[in-house]
């Protein structure tokens, strides 16, 4: 059978021997078969393996990689028609994350006192959408144009800068939440940081260099057990990934300014509440499951020990983010280059006057007039702290921070935004 021995192995050296016809004609014929069927494998392999493959089922961490369109003549008038100061000490801020819940308030309160503000947003699904584009059409009514693109897309940022010097970024844009950071971990990698480290990257080649501040968390004290948290505290064992990502954030930050003279203010916010808040948020979920009648899980720690945070009103956040802007010096360096050392600033933004997450049900109760069905539930070891309290003292020496709003009070404003919101509840928020 020395025929078979003659077979090329490589398909490419393969010749006909024309004094052997009608043999290798046979010869061939089965060769062009075995090809034919060998291709269909490999077809066959790679629609397997594009199609059906985990990667190509729905992600929710690559949700915000979707393609957005933006640039051209009109949409570049909307850009710097939004960012136009309309004041002679005003300032053009880019706000990151200009449709959540805490970019939205400090997008308006920026536009009301004369500030150029441009929001950019990719509006994911984290929760539902729906309110992000109503806190959008709330801010295009007062005049601040939201685009709708990714952190992560560099060529989307350079454009901004292009079109308009900022003078400040307000970043707020980031995968929020502690538990759901065991859910899906690699879409806060995919904002907290890699999408910070691109919105470095273009403020530092921009010129001039923006001043930067940016949304960090309480989460980053972590397992610390000092309280009330001073700044000065150790923040290096997290509880949740989501704490991790934010420290690694406060790290990012410190390497920007020493490298390239970037001026970085990072704030920790404690469990920031109230009006347009966000539907993940305990107060926020209560509120709709005590309305219809659903019962809630609240946590307690071992030996029946008190769950409780330092909830934070809005619009006290708010004053702590424009001043942390107002104080904001300016970065030293330009085109990439450091020329000199930078602020680099790290301050709490709480209330000082940690609540009981049970006094919290206690107070939605009275003002929604229902009775919740507690569930009583140890405190499940998913990223949550027992305990969260704040030391202010150095936001209200160094930006005149002083939060006025207790939690009835506070909540008392939610509660009416969210009753006309869903209609008295009847729209149950998802
Ligand atoms: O300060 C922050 O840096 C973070 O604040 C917020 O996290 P938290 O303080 O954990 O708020 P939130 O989930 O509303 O739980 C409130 C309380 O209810 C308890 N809780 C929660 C859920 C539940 O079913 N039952 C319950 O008792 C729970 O144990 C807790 O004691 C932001 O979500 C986060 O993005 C980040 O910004």
């Known amino acids: 059978m020395k025929h078979l021995d003659d077979t090329p192995s490589t398909p490419g050296k393969f010749k006909i021997d024309k004094s052997h016809s009608y043999f290798h004609r046979t010869r061939w014929q089965s060769s062009v078969a075995k ?16 199609y059906r493959s985990p990667s190509s089922l729905p992600d929710p961490s690559r949700r915000s990689l979707r393609t957005y369109s933006w640039g051209g003549p009109a949409w570049e008038k909307r850009v710097r028609s939004s960012a136009h100061v309309r004041t002679r ?3 053009s801020v880019l706000v990151t994350g200009a449709a959540g819940f805490v970019g939205t308030h400090v997008s308006s309160a920026l536009k009301r006192r ?17 309110l992000k584009r109503a806190r959008q059409a709330l801010l295009e009514r007062s ?35 502690v538990r759901y950071a065991m859910e899906n971990p690699s879409s806060y990698v995919h904002s907290n940081i890699a999408g910070f480290v691109n919105l470095l990257e273009v403020c530092k080649s921009a010129n001039p260099q923006p001043a930067i501040v940016w949304a960090s968390s309480s989460s980053v004290y972590g397992l610390n057990t000092k309280v009330p948290f001073s700044e000065k505290d150790r923040t290096d064992q997290p509880a949740s990934l989501y704490a991790a990502t934010k420290k690694a954030g406060e790290e990012i930050a410190h390497t920007y300014n020493h490298i390239y003279g970037l001026s970085l203010t990072g704030l920790r916010f ?3 509440y109230g009006p347009w808040g966000r539907p993940d948020m305990a107060y926020f979920f209560f509120t709709r499951d005590i309305l219809k009648g659903k019962a809630i899980s609240v946590f307690e ?36 280059k450091k020329r000199g050392a930078a602020q680099l600033r790290v301050f709490n933004l709480g209330n000082t006057s940690p609540v009981p997450v049970s006094d919290l ?8 007039k229902v009775k919740a069905k507690r569930n009583i539930m140890k405190l499940p070891r998913n990223g949550d702290v027992q305990f969260t ?24 404003k939610f509660a009416r935004w969210y009753l006309g919101y869903y209609n008295g509840g009847k729209k149950a928020a998802s």
Not at 35 to 50: E, K, R, T, Y
Not at 391 to 401: D, F, H, P, V
């Open 35 to 50: 090809l034919a069927f060998w291709s269909l494998v490999f077809v066959g392999f790679i629609f397997i393996f594009f």
């Open 89 to 91: 000490r005003g300032v």
């Open 143 to 177: 005049g601040v144009f939201v685009v709708e693109g990714d952190i992560n897309d560099a060529a989307l940022l350079k454009k901004l800068f292009e079109v308009v010097p900022f003078t400040h970024v307000m970043h707020l844009a980031a995968q929020a939440g």
């Open 270 to 272: 404690f469990t920031v």
């Open 301 to 336: 720690g071992a030996n029946h020990g008190t769950v409780a945070r330092d909830f934070t009103y809005i619009d006290d956040i708010v004053k702590g983010c424009l001043g942390a802007l107002d104080t904001a010096e300016k970065s030293t360096g330009s085109g990439g």
């Open 389 to 412: 309290h704040a030391n202010i003292s150095s936001a209200q020496r160094e930006l005149g921070y002083k939060p006025t709003t207790d939690l009835q009070t506070g909540l008392k």
């Open 114 to 130: 004369g500030d150029g503000v441009l929001g950019l947003d990719n509006f994911n699904d984290y929760y539902d959408p729906s």
């Open 361 to 368: 049900v206690s107070i939605l109760e009275r003002l929604l």
